[in-house]
């Protein structure tokens, strides 16, 4: 090391300080360690993780394709409705994205370890910005992959497209990015610059309502059959104008997609120009404009991060308690301290609502889609797909966030493990807040489904009994294999729901769930033809009662091995 | 005797708690400080304060002359921060993160190389420095972003707790490197809660409380302000826990 005390050598070089481009080289090195040790490490992670993103790539390419086949059998309703499903599928993106961008730019600018290290070195602001910028925009772009290129590939299949109607789709994508890219950026530095904890939260309820209230807008325009036909099109043209302003980029995107469709190469052209001088010109401004405020933006985030008002005072404190009243007193104190984790953590809560939430919102529209008439026709289709959707949806859940509870107690092992319960009453108690609230949301959900489906009350119940042991297994799978194959010591939740035995835990969830859905197709084939407006004979009642004691009796298994593994186990 | 860091009278509140009132205090070339302080006292305020992460509300701060709120990059460019937290990339192993950390500086490659094999002996990294860091223990990283922070030999190192997570022999070398580096010309500004370690290798010594500095010297002169002959621990709990002083009496008895 060198003695002198004089000036740094860089600076004495009259070197700049570091730059983005070797934040980035980090980054790109950091990628490639972490895709080799998955390969080398994790085979059958890599591979189920690649199985699925190819599963999902060809059901939704399936489900586009369907759209607009359905589409082009009448070529008005192509004519009118293809342009639009572009439109509102870029304004889709537009939203989410800017979202998504949004809580992507506040976790790694204002909350992560890494710019408490970087900002304390010579970097550049604007570097650092523009580093994590890129990387939310390579996150933003894996939408193209399993939501764009479906998309083109479906559209390109049906119809007769120029060769370069593939390129110029690209193009509109990647040129796309930028715009929620720099919008989420931009409000991501208001929030850590502006707002503290109590005024996050407020905001977050004001965009909940601004999202509730874009939603019945949506669908009052989407609504057929109340008014006469022609003022009906005219006040959904009007409204679905709104959406396809000049100034809008889902409206450049959707036009110039249109155009190069139907061979207007310099139509397209111009698009492509008016979205990528866009995009490039507000990821300039916003850039220079965050960069020159950045440092005093992450002050704020920094200064305000512990800081409340006032002492914190839940209004739901008491409800844990009351919500487990019927576990013994121990039991129910872990159950509940699960519970009240849950509630502080948005992002569990906040992804069961969304899921749960859009779910829902189609519910609540399956009839609008048969124009407002009962779904005879349908037979047991629908309820089929909804149980198999619910049941997906809560395997997702508890693979994520049901599997790691065990793992994360490992880190309070010491508190735990001296109090006075088993590990089979430490399984009970984790078991009981899983059920509570993956069972509460999706029977809660399958209720909502049968009212609009307008179920006899015995065919609900039936619904209802199978949505139950699902949620049983599920629970049961989550919290069995996360006392089998823990990862103590682990205390991102995220890695342990990745690791082999979250793998194992989502492979045994979704086998559960076909399994499930298997024989409930068995009971809708059963009923064909009289759909649930039939009577429940005794054969309906033997497959739903070996389907739901299949759920159970998985779950319960799970659950008896992870007791008997905690239980041999040194903690 | 140039002057390191110079905080003139800052103030810092996170809404309506003060964590640091009217701070003023000058840290020397060549010198090693120790900064103490009870849990909430506002010592890590101070710290990303002098390493620019937080921003004085009054009062400014200045690293080697620069000024910290205008001259933010002069100044980081003369120290080196540890957190309390060591931080590394997870997916890079500890040779990789030492790279990207000279680079960062512009250290040349060769000085870097000879550093690096200085720095793993000294601090018996070889074991573990070709791994991925993730699947280092909390002292193996600590090593490491110490080994980070003395690369480019910064005029200022400011470390936060340096200690926890070391064994035994390696607390003995990183003391023996401060000291080293103290006798070179370089600073050291460290927040601890070890007061032995800050007994022993410290040239003076600052208690805070409550957001105020309520002790200032060497440890003879702690001693002298608090009309004691006891160990820095007694001299500690004297000053910022008064009523604590009777049971340091049982205890000494």
Redesign the interface.
Request: hydrophobic share 45%.
């Given at each position: 090391?060198?003695?002198s005390?004089s000036?740094?050598?860089?600076?004495a070089?009259g070197?700049r300080?570091?730059g983005v481009g070797?934040l980035l080289r980090?980054k790109l090195?950091?990628?490639g360690?972490?895709l080799a040790?998955a390969v080398a490490e994790a085979p059958l992670r890599f591979a189920m993780t690649m199985g699925f993103l190819v599963a999902i790539w060809l059901g939704l390419y399936f489900l586009f394709r369907t759209v607009f086949e359905y589409f082009q059998r009448t070529p008005l309703e192509a004519a009118v409705a293809i342009p639009l499903v572009f439109s509102f599928f870029f304004l889709a993106l537009l939203v989410m994205l800017t979202v998504s961008n949004a809580i992507i730019a506040y976790m790694s600018l204002f909350a992560a370890?890494?710019a408490?290290?970087l900002?304390?070195?010579?970097?550049?602001p604007r570097a650092y910005v523009s580093m994590k910028y890129i990387e939310t925009l390579v996150f933003s772009s894996w939408s193209l992959i399993l939501l764009g290129l479906p998309l083109m590939m479906a559209m390109a299949d049906l119809t007769d497209e120029p060769w370069y109607y593939y390129p110029l789709f690209l193009s509109f994508f990647l040129c796309f990015v930028p715009i929620p890219g720099a919008m989420g950026l931009l409000l991501a530095w208001g929030v850590a610059r502006f707002l503290?904890r109590d005024m996050r939260r407020k905001l977050l309820i004001g965009l909940l309502i601004v999202l509730a209230i874009t939603v019945v807008w949506f669908l009052k325009t989407m609504k057929v059959g109340e008014a006469e036909a022609v003022r009906w099109l005219k006040q959904f043209l009007f409204r679905i104008s709104l959406i396809q302003g000049a100034f809008l980029p889902n409206a450049w995107v959707s036009k110039g997609v249109e155009a190069s469709m139907q061979d207007r190469s310099i139509e397209a052209l111009l698009y492509l120009g008016v979205t990528l001088a866009n995009g490039l010109f507000l990821s300039w401004l916003v850039l220079r404009a965050v960069s020159s405020r950045f440092?005093?933006a992450?002050?704020h985030a920094?200064?305000?991060k512990?800081?409340?008002?006032r002492a914190y005072v839940e209004p739901t404190a008491g409800l844990p308690g009351l919500v487990f009243f019927y576990l013994p007193h121990r039991l129910r104190l872990i159950a509940a301290k699960d519970l009240r984790t849950f509630f502080r953590d948005p992002l569990q809560w906040t992804q069961l609502v969304i899921l749960f939430g859009l779910m829902i919102l189609y519910l609540v529209n399956v009839p609008r889609y048969a124009g407002g008439q009962p779904l005879e026709g349908w037979g047991m289709i629908i309820p089929f797909l909804n149980f198999g959707a619910i049941s997906f949806i809560l395997a997702t859940f508890t693979s994520r966030f049901v599997f790691p509870l065990v793992s994360l107690e490992g880190l309070q092992m010491w508190l735990i493990g001296m109090l006075p319960l088993s590990p089979r009453q430490l399984l009970a108690a984790k078991f009981a807040f899983a059920m509570t609230v993956a069972a509460g949301v999706a029977v809660g959900t399958t209720i909502v489904a049968a009212t609009m489906l307008k179920m006899p009350l015995p065919w609900a119940l039936l619904q209802i009994t199978v949505t139950f042991a699902v949620s049983f297994g599920l629970c049961g799978f989550a919290v069995g294999f996360g006392a089998r194959l823990p990862m103590f010591g682990q205390r991102n939740a995220a890695r342990i729901a990745n690791g082999f035995g979250g793998t194992v835990n989502l492979i045994a969830s979704v086998t559960l769930v076909l399994a499930m859905l298997v024989g409930m197709a068995a009971l809708g084939i059963h009923n064909r033809f009289a759909g649930f407006q039939g009577a429940i004979d005794m054969r309906t009642l033997l497959i739903a009662a070996i389907v739901s004691a299949f759920g159970i009796v998985c779950g319960v298994i799970a659950l008896t091995i992870g007791a008997r593994h905690l239980h041999r186990a040194e903690l | 005797m140039t002057t390191a860091i110079d905080i003139e009278s800052v103030y810092k509140h996170y809404g309506r708690k003060v964590a640091v009132h009217d701070l003023t205090l000058s840290i020397a070339e060549g010198e090693l400080f120790a900064f103490l302080g009870p849990n909430g006292a506002g010592k890590t305020t101070t710290i990303k304060m002098i390493c620019g992460l937080l921003r004085p509300q009054r009062g400014q701060i200045c690293v080697c002359g620069h000024v910290m709120g205008t001259d933010g990059l002069a100044a980081k460019a003369q120290l080196a921060y540890v957190p309390d937290q060591p931080f590394l990339y997870d997916k890079l192993t500890g040779r990789e993160f030492l790279s990207f950390v000279a680079e960062m500086y512009a250290v040349p490659a060769a000085t870097r190389d000879a550093t690096v094999a200085e720095l793993t002996e000294k601090l018996d990294m070889e074991e573990f420095l070709d791994k991925l860091t993730e699947s280092y223990s909390h002292g193996m990283k600590q090593k490491v972003v110490l080994a980070a922070a003395l690369l480019h030999d910064p005029r200022v190192l400011v470390i936060d707790e340096p200690m926890v997570g070391l064994d035994p022999r390696t607390v003995r070398v990183v003391k023996d490197l401060f000291r080293t580096r103290v006798r070179q010309g370089r600073t050291v500004f460290m927040s601890t809660h070890t007061l032995e370690i800050a007994e022993a290798v410290a040239d003076r010594i600052g208690i805070i409380d409550q957001g105020k500095l309520i002790a200032l010297g060497t440890f003879d002169e702690l001693r002298h302000q608090a009309r004691s002959q006891r160990s820095l621990e007694d001299i500690f709990l004297e000053l910022t826990h008064p009523s604590n002083g009777a049971a340091g009496d049982v205890h000494e008895r």
């Open positions: 090391m060198s003695t005390a000036v740094p050598a860089w600076l070089r070197a300080p570091a070797l980090v090195r950091a990628a360690n972490q040790s370890p890494e408490m290290y900002l304390a070195s010579p970097v550049h503290n440092l005093v992450f002050d920094q200064s305000t512990g800081w409340q008002r | -």
